[in-house]
């Protein structure tokens, strides 16, 4: 019995990275959203607004940051690793009631790839879209400053896979996990707060965790 024991605890690793792989693709070819009903292991559910996401790599991947800047850049993965990098370590709360404890992400804050940028006087709010080609996001100028948002490479100590939103999301660590929009590619700096995709149906735009779409959950951070 110990051996069977010591046996589960050495492949749960391999078997909850398999599960996950699986729920993934499985997700990424489901128009239907039902497969994000489907718990795993590892906590998360897998949402797509998108029928299909083509997967990028280091030598595909671009993120771009324009808009009301003064120095408008194009990122590569490459870029962007070499940048410093910040680790949080946080509960991620979903809108929809789940939660996963103490979820580490790492990655460049959103507020250094911005100051590096140059954002223009009248900018008030930050848009980002995504690669599916149909997600999109929205933060004010002055929450994208804080600390706690990321553009994310890494989850859970290893670079951030497709099926999370790999290889770069947003990961706004106070708000619910609508706003951390997956597959990122684009940062335009406006003139005013845009209505993100899930804004557009109901959601609220300002997202707090337990102050917010009249929910109490614990604040994540």
């Known amino acids: 019995m110990l051996g069977l024991g010591a046996a589960g605890l050495a492949t749960a690793p391999y078997l909850q990275k398999g599960l996950e792989s699986f729920l993934g693709a499985a997700a990424d070819k489901d128009p239907t959203g039902l497969t994000g009903l489907l718990p795993n292991g590892g906590g998360f559910r897998y949402y797509s607004v998108a029928s299909s996401v083509p997967r990028k790599g280091a030598d595909t991947y671009r993120l771009t940051v324009d808009g009301l800047v003064d120095r408008p850049a194009t990122y590569t993965l490459d870029d962007l690793r070499a940048m410093r990098q910040t680790r ?52 004010t100028l002055r929450q994208a400053g804080r600390k706690d948002v990321l553009v994310a490479l890494r989850m859970r100590d290893e670079p951030l896979g497709h099926a999370h939103g790999g290889p770069a999301r947003l990961y706004v660590a106070p708000m619910y996990f609508y706003k951390s929009a997956k ?28 102050r917010s779409n009249g929910r109490d959950d614990a604040p994540t951070v």
């Open 88 to 139: 949080l370590v946080r509960d991620v709360q979903c809108v929809t009631g789940w939660r996963v404890p103490r979820t580490p992400f790492e990655g460049v804050r959103l507020s250094a790839l911005l100051a590096a940028a140059g954002v223009r006087p009248g900018a008030k709010a930050v848009r980002f879209t995504c690669f599916d080609g149909t997600y999109s996001e929205s933060l």
């Open 183 to 210: 597959w990122l590619s684009g940062i335009t700096v406006t003139s005013e707060v845009r209505p993100g995709y899930w804004e557009k149906r109901g959601y609220d735009v300002d997202a707090w965790v337990g």
